[in-house]
């Protein structure tokens, strides 16, 4: 017999046939391997053909003692040089999915705003353990940063980003650029971004996390991120963002998230202290919406989150 979910009602009507036919995912230790085997077979990597950019395969120098970090580079052809240029952390919940997944979505953007994208192939949680993903992208940006004039990239327009645990990952990315003080960030677009361990022992979303990442993924992701139960003392502001007692001197951010999302009051949280910290924040919250919602395309509630979160992009690029 199936369970009615209490969120059912809320949800989008152009999701709904999302969610009828959505398949319960169940992280383990157990099933992990399994979980990513699937994945990898449902995953479209092509790049649609016609479009006007040049896609590069590198490995780049990564943290100290550690084995270089992939990268997918993103060049579109006709923007001319100096171009801005975005760094992007792809999703799966610290423990799936892999650079490639976001293929298509980076060539798009890299045509659509004239802007280079380096895409970051950061090592998975639970084979390494925090800090591994974010020092690999930061040994990304700093790549990026010091070869600027060999791809093309404005040293003045640097942007981050990414979905999910790529959002989460990409602000506590911008904490630890600030920290260091080598690179300069103008911009962090955070989509459903995977912000905050806590949300694992805070009081329980009454109309949240039923869809697509439920409050069990998330425990096993932190946890296998951090190597230890999540919520706990000590967790640094570079595993999780909001851990970080002054966020004043962060790059304006852009957050966007699903009303029945898991991580709907992470992010608010987040954007308030964002706020009253100084940083320029825009936060938007989309009505029926669900994480992953993105995934269907043709809803009018993606269609909207789409065109807001490009256009954020766009002013954080060119004002």
């Known amino acids: 017999m199936m369970t009615v979910k209490k969120s059912a009602y809320l949800v989008d009507p152009d999701l ?16 992990l391997a399994r979980v990513r ?23 780049v120098p990564g943290p ?40 298509k979505d980076n060539a798009v953007l890299a ?17 390494t353990k925090h800090p591994g993903q974010v020092e690999d992208c930061y040994a990304a940006l700093k790549w990026m940063h010091l070869n ?3 791809i093309g990239v404005d040293l003045e327009r640097i942007a981050i980003g990414g979905e999910s645990a790529g959002g989460g990952i990409a602000a ?49 992701g932190w946890q296998a991120l951090l190597g230890c139960e999540s919520g706990g003392e000590g967790v640094s502001p570079y595993a999780s963002a909001p851990r970080a007692e002054d966020l004043s001197g962060l790059p304006p951010a852009f957050i966007s998230v699903g009303a029945i999302d898991l991580f709907v009051d992470e ?20 009505p029926g919406a669900h994480h992953a919602a993105w995934q269907v395309s043709e809803a009018r509630v993606t269609i909207a989150e789409y065109r807001d979160r490009l256009e954020a ?4 690029f060119f004002g």
Not at 182 to 193: A, D, G, H
Request: charged content about 25%; overall charge negative.
């Open 16 to 31: 709904k046939k999302m969610t009828d036919d959505m398949q319960e995912l169940h992280l383990t230790y157990k099933t």
């Open 64 to 103: 100290p003692g550690a084995p270089d970090v992939r990268i997918i580079l993103f060049t579109p052809i006709h923007a001319p040089a100096p171009r801005p240029g975005y760094l992007h952390i792809h999703g799966g919940g610290m423990v799936l999915r892999s650079a490639d997944d976001c293929n």
């Open 172 to 220: 506590c990315l911008a904490v630890l650029a600030r920290d260091q003080g080598e690179v300069n960030i103008i911009f962090q677009r955070l989509q459903s971004p995977m912000l905050d361990d806590r949300t694992c022992v805070a009081e329980p979303h009454p109309y949240t996390g039923e869809y697509s990442w439920s409050p069990d993924n998330n425990r096993f």
């Open 111 to 127: 045509t659509t705003l004239g802007c280079t994208v380096v895409s970051v192939d950061y090592r998975l949680a639970p084979e």
């Open 37 to 59: 085997e699937a994945f990898n077979e449902q995953v479209d990597v092509s790049i649609p053909e016609g479009l006007p950019v040049e896609v590069t395969e590198k490995q």
């Open 313 to 316: 992009l766009r002013r954080g």
């Open 267 to 286: 992010c608010m949280d987040f954007a308030k202290r964002l706020i009253r910290a100084g940083v320029p924040t825009e936060l938007h919250v989309y």
């Open 148 to 150: 600027a004039n060999e």
